[in-house]
């Protein structure tokens, strides 16, 4: 059964919306809430035109739209199906992890590197640490329902907790923080925009010059201590940040 039939959907030709536009957004809204889940199969566009009374052109152009997007994906001989909602993370102090698995997204991790280096003068100055002290560098590979979303670089100084490749790989830098009896109390964050490289568009499944998301954020204990400093990328076709502003009174 086309799982669009239970949803209602309809356009008001009143409006001057573009009846295509409007589809969509029924369609995203439907994908965001959970009501088409990763994996379904969309119907046949002629009977959801037939449906809905708008032509086939518009229908197509309104999953083309969320094709654009990468909520949706035809596969040749399969049909259009829907590969997840994007993640909309809000500007508070949570991982990448948590967001991801409060949002259904079934998040993964690859850990690409797992060491002791030197802090650099940048890193230094966001730890509170002397330029050349030995530090703990993690990179990892964050994906969603097998496709990568983000790549996240953290230093944390040494010796502040057990950082293995399994514990790492299995839920997220801030639960194993936790674990260990770190009260995470505040951050220092700024987000920003540029092009992937070919190394990051290689890891990240988008081409060179697609646009990212960057972060950077020094987050800190409730002593004041700086626990970890993370520069990390994420697919902006994948991700957004969200804010909340406030008149100042």
Sequence with gaps: M??????QLGVDRSSPVPLYFQLSQQLEAAIERGA??????????IELAGRIGLSRPTVRQAIQSLVDKGLLVRRRGVGTQVVHSQVKRPLELSSLYDDLEAAGQRPETRVLRNTVEPASAEVAASLGVAEGDEVHLVERLRLAHGEPM?????HIPSGLLALDTAPLEATGLYRLMR?????L???????GARAATADEGARLGEPV???LLTMRRTTFD???RAVEFGSHIYRAS???????LLVRP
């Design 2 to 7: 086309d799982p669009t039939v239970s949803l």
């Design 36 to 45: 088409l889940t990763p994996g379904t199969l969309l119907g046949n566009e």
């Design 150 to 154: 983000a790549c996240l670089r953290n």
């Design 179 to 183: 674990a260990a009896g770190i009260t």
């Design 185 to 191: 109390h505040s951050a220092r964050q700024s987000v």
């Design 209 to 211: 010059g697609a646009p």
């Design 222 to 224: 409730d002593t004041g």
């Design 238 to 244: 994948r991700y957004s940040f969200e804010f909340q």
